[in-house]
């Protein structure tokens, strides 16, 4: 299945409350790509609460490196993501991203650097409805570290518009992973700013969760080599959270940066 550029991260429906999906389930049976993509959009709308482990493994020039990602997100505005790399052990190896909406909180304990900054703001009038729709862009409803994997398996409507929409992309399969249905989408020769990947042999796959619009992997090969697999390991929707869920406790002797 191909499908003509899709332009509409940023283009739901106006008469639409904005914490609604615009579709609330793919149809059963057969689904085209235009019809996923903007069931992907609004991917986030379909949780009220998430819990996710994110495995990501990558191959470089330094041998394969394993991050781990751990999520937690309650709408509107409160998430927490936890990063570490499991070869470094456990001591000091973490990095915490927690913000309520209006202020984003880090610490690296690795470096011992705490930061409290306000949270990233919105440019004004990208959702002008003058604006052609691939100038327009997604507003998360709860936002998440910009160009991470979670933002992208949570906020895809960027990347479909942007990237997976300008190569060659087609609906391949569909599986199941961890319980769930799944649809598989390959995509051959995307759009990259990357000047190492804009080749013609460079290949994204994309595993979606039929139920939600989430994507639960995320590979990436380049000259028929492997050189990113991330892969959701967990995945909870309407999770009950504990009440610190979103606290962040920065330890003493951390410095402290504005």
Do not use: K
């Amino acid at each position: 299945m191909s499908m003509t550029l899709w332009d509409r991260a940023g283009s739901r429906p106006a008469s639409l409350p904005a914490r609604r999906p615009q579709q609330i389930a793919l149809p059963p049976g057969a689904v085209d790509l235009d019809a996923l993509f903007t069931f992907m959009r609004d991917a986030e709308l379909r949780v009220s609460t998430l819990r996710m482990r994110i495995e990501e493994r990558t191959w470089a020039t330094r041998g394969e490196q394993v991050i781990l990602h751990e999520v937690m997100l309650r709408h509107p505005g409160e998430a927490r993501v936890a990063t570490s790399e499991p070869d470094l052990g456990t001591r000091g190896n973490y990095e915490l991203w927690v913000s309520d909406g209006t202020t984003v909180r880090t610490y690296s304990a690795l470096h011992g650097i705490a930061t409290t900054r306000p949270a990233r703001r919105r440019l004004a009038g990208l959702d002008n409805l003058d604006l052609p729709p691939s100038s327009r862009v997604y507003l998360p409803v709860t936002a998440l570290p910009m160009e991470s994997l979670p933002d992208l398996f949570l906020h895809p409507a960027g990347f479909l518009q942007n990237v997976v929409a300008t190569g060659a992309p087609r609906i391949v399969t569909t599986a199941q992973h961890l319980g769930r249905e799944t649809i598989l989408v390959e995509c051959r020769h995307p759009r990259v700013t990357e000047v190492s990947t804009d080749r013609p042999d460079h290949t994204l796959e994309l595993t979606v969760d039929r139920e939600t619009g989430v994507i639960l992997r995320f590979v990436e090969t380049v000259g028929g080599e492997v050189t990113r697999d991330a892969l959701v390991t967990a995945f909870e929707p309407d999770a009950p959270l504990p009440a610190t869920a979103f606290e962040l406790l920065v330890p003493p002797g951390a410095t402290t940066l504005f």
